[in-house]
Every structure is written in structure tokens, then in C-alpha cells.
């Protein structure tokens, strides 16, 4: 069975720096994807950026990069020149080419100091 | 912009009460999701369903039941209700466009059981 996880509960980073937040899988697929979630303060997750594992380019949007690396399975989330409003909690995601369903990591919470 | 709506931000149920959790998206999505979120163990699928009255059981369906008499609508049943079903219940819909479609969410219900 396929398990996301996140090994980091709490990240803090101060305003207009980077930040990592990091992902690891497991999958014996070949055909994937993978996402990066965030879920704002009382407000409705929203997709951040998304990967397919085919493509061996990280994925970018914005201030937001990833680091995929495929044999070690990991799927690690950039955040150049943090805002306030990147406060949030992030989840990382896990869907296989053949199914509808998204399996997630158990989320880091991010704050953005002043 | 897909929009998902949930009936209630926040809930509060006594213990054997039959609970109705009901979410409803507006483009047109075959898949709809139901997820509880609680804190350090992310967001784990409780049912699905990829069609009008076709359902499927995610990874915890223990207590819950689900309906789905139109696309739009998709509802949560909590047969009777236990201080263990105290979450966050997140809705979701998925085109069936293929593995890069993302799910839309929608803002969540915080259900208390007393």
C-alpha cells in the first residue's frame, strides 16, 4: 500500500525567506502524482503546485518550487520569499495513475514570523 | 471557478443522534469525497463515490454511511453519532479528466459530539 509522510509537525520561517517543507512516499507504481495542499486558517484547502512522476522537471508556480526525486522518493515543497499569507497548514499527496483517490501525509503547520 | 459548499461550518450533536452532513459542488464533477481531518493524522477517506448513486468505502467507513441521489449532492450519514466522530469533515469533487486533475474542497464542518 501506498503511505505519505511527513516528518515535520511545525516549520517556522521568517518573512521574505525560504522555506522546505519535506514529503516521502511509498509506492511500487510507476505512473503517479504527487501534490502539495494547503489549508489556510478556517479557509478551504487549496492545490499549491502538483508533479507527474514521469516528468523529470520540478514542478514551479511562483514562489512555490519542489524538489522531486524520484529514487528516494521524495517530493520536498520550496517557499521562496515567504508571506504572511503562507501561513498555513500544508499537506502533501499521493494519487497512483489508476485510481481517483489522494492519499495524505499528516500536514506541517507553517508560521510566517513578521 | 469550481465551487464546493458544505451545509454547516460547525455542528454540535449529542451522543446516538442521526447526523446528516451534506456538501454539494457546481461543475458538474462525477467524483465527490468525503475526509475527516484530525490533527496529526491528516486527511483520511471515509467514502466515495464516482457516479449518481454508485459509492465506494475509503479507509475508515466504520459509523458512516453516504448518499448520493444527485451529481451536485453528496451526504455524510452518521448513523448514530459517538464522541469518536468529533472531527473536521472535508467534502471534496474530482473531474474525471484523468490523474492530473486536482480536487476541489470544500471549507469543512467541525462536528462536536457530546
Known amino acids: 500500500a501506498q503511505t505519505v509522510t511527513q516528518s515535520q509537525p511545525e516549520m517556522s520561517v521568517q518573512e521574505a525567506e525560504t522555506v522546505t517543507l519535506s514529503c516521502t512516499y511509498d509506492t511500487s507504481e510507476s505512473d503517479y502524482y504527487l501534490f502539495w495542499y494547503k489549508q489556510p486558517p478556517s479557509r478551504q484547502m487549496i492545490l499549491v503546485i502538483r508533479q507527474e512522476a514521469y516528468k523529470q522537471q520540478n514542478a514551479t508556480e511562483n514562489r512555490f518550487s519542489v524538489n522531486f526525486q524520484k529514487a528516494a522518493k521524495s517530493f520536498s515543497l520550496k517557499i521562496s520569499d515567504s508571506q504572511l499569507g503562507d501561513a498555513a497548514m500544508y499537506f502533501c499527496?499521493?494519487?497512483?495513475?489508476?485510481?481517483?483517490?489522494?492519499?495524505f501525509g499528516t500536514g506541517t503547520l507553517l508560521a510566517v514570523q513578521p | 471557478d469550481v465551487k464546493v459548499t458544505q451545509s454547516s461550518r460547525y455542528l454540535v450533536k449529542r451522543t446516538g443522534e442521526k447526523v446528516f452532513l451534506e456538501c454539494v459542488q457546481d461543475m458538474d464533477h462525477e467524483n465527490m469525497f468525503w475526509y475527516r481531518q484530525d490533527p496529526g493524522l491528516g486527511l483520511r477517506l471515509i467514502y466515495f463515490s464516482y457516479d449518481v448513486k454508485m459509492k465506494e468505502k475509503g479507509d475508515i467507513p466504520e459509523g458512516y454511511s453516504v448518499s448520493r441521489e444527485k451529481k451536485e449532492r453528496f451526504s455524510l450519514i452518521l448513523e448514530s453519532a459517538s464522541t469518536n466522530q468529533t472531527s473536521m469533515y472535508l467534502c471534496?469533487?474530482?473531474?474525471?479528466?484523468?490523474?492530473?486533475?486536482?480536487?476541489?474542497f470544500g471549507p469543512g464542518t467541525r462536528l462536536l459530539v457530546l
Open positions: 471534496a469533487s474530482l473531474a474525471s479528466g484523468g490523474a492530473w486533475e486536482t480536487q476541489y
Open positions: 499527496a499521493y494519487r497512483g495513475g489508476a485510481t481517483n483517490k489522494l492519499i
